[in-house]
């Protein structure tokens, strides 16, 4: 069982920035941001493997950078530039192997809230 916690939401105008910081409770392949919108599904950000190779949703890679410390078994995602749309409950999720469907993940943080608004 690994368990996820997340932190580093908030309140921010826009065009600001956040940092969003994750940390799992052992070594695990995959590690990811999903958010999730009032009355939208919830939908994929960016994932980073072990080995460092990222992969990001659509268009979320102009404005998003996620990193990862595997020493500290922590994801990072990097946001600037912030519109109110990016307004969501962020959540960090992880994989043995890789997000699928129907769950997407294995293991799931409790999210934190990202508000862009002036």
């Known amino acids: 069982q690994v368990q996820l916690v997340e932190s580093g939401g908030g309140l921010v105008q826009p065009g600001g920035r956040l940092r969003l910081s994750c940390t799992a409770s052992g070594s695990i392949y995959l590690m990811g941001w999903f958010r999730q919108a009032p009355g939208k599904q919830r939908e994929m950000v960016a994932s980073i493997t072990s080995a460092l190779t990222p992969r990001y949703g659509d268009s979320m890679t102009d404005r998003f950078t996620i990193s990862r410390v595997n020493q500290k078994n922590a994801i990072y995602l990097s946001m600037e530039n912030l519109r109110p749309e990016d307004t969501a409950v962020y959540y960090c999720?992880?994989?043995?192997?890789?997000?699928?469907?129907?769950?997407?993940?294995?293991?799931w943080g409790q999210g934190t809230q990202v508000t862009v608004s002036s």
């Open positions: 999720a992880a994989d043995p192997q890789k997000f699928s469907p129907p769950q997407i993940a294995t293991y």
